[in-house]
């Protein structure tokens, strides 16, 4: 994957984009943009304003690398946000979740990951613009190297706590999970549900691989909405 693949796939999930949506905005196939992520084809120089349009960033954005382990969620959220609803950057206001860092893990994964399991009521300041519901969601610290390039050690991600009766249509993307005595966060590329398991990724296939794990074994799932925080790389 090229650095603006990187980007470009960063940007689309950010904003909850599909690569189909992407596609029909830019008049290609989905199959393009795909290739354009993995760094297979790069879009045409005049195409670039566009697809960064399309994205609600700029093109400078697009070709800074940097910014995937670097853009704190209150700029995020302004250039995704922000002007859907008319909020002005220094309106930002600001909220305390749940937060689990590395060192309360065995205790979240002893209380089965379930939304009580706050470790002694510890939290993280996170910002938000109107209209957005962050109820029910929990701060989690990232631990390791196995999601990297885009989750890094120490990087603080915001996540939604997905109901066992959501699994079965439950979208892909980046999943905090509980399962046995584990506790993993890890991308999920298809449902697999029916077939009674979920397959779990390492982006960083050097450090991490995939493993099936049943879903009688998984006692508790968060999706990933957004980084938070993250570590200068």
């Known amino acids: 994957m090229t650095p603006l693949g990187k980007m470009i796939r960063y940007y689309r999930e950010a904003k909850g984009l599909t690569l189909k949506e992407v596609g029909n905005e830019m008049g290609v196939a989905f199959q393009s943009v795909e290739k354009w992520e993995k760094g297979e084809t790069r879009p045409a120089t005049g195409k670039l304003t566009k697809l960064a349009a399309v994205l609600g960033v700029s093109v400078a954005d697009l070709l800074r690398e940097d ?12 250039s ?61 610290e990232i631990d390791g190297d196995s999601m990297e390039p885009f989750y890094v050690s120490g990087m603080k991600v915001r996540a939604s706590l997905v109901g066992n009766g ?24 298809a449902n697999n549900y ?23 074994q998984i006692r508790s799932m968060w999706k990933v909405e957004r980084i938070v925080d993250g570590p200068a790389r």
């Open 67 to 78: 910014l995937v382990s670097k853009v704190s969620e209150r700029e995020e959220i302004y």
């Open 194 to 216: 029916a077939e009674g398991f979920f397959e779990l990724h390492s982006d960083n296939q050097e450090t991490g691989g995939s493993v099936k794990v049943p879903v009688s």
């Open 166 to 189: 959501k699994w079965a249509y439950l979208n892909s993307g980046v999943y905090v999970i509980v399962y046995d005595d584990f506790f993993v966060v890890k991308r999920i590329k």
């Open 80 to 140: 995704v946000h922000g002007k859907k609803f008319g909020t002005a950057f220094h309106d930002l206001q600001y909220v305390d979740l749940p937060y689990t860092p590395v060192s309360a893990r065995a205790h979240f994964v002893e209380m089965g990951g379930l939304d009580e399991a706050d470790y002694h009521g510890e939290t993280y300041r996170v910002p938000y613009v109107p209209g957005q519901n962050l109820n029910g969601q929990r701060v989690f």
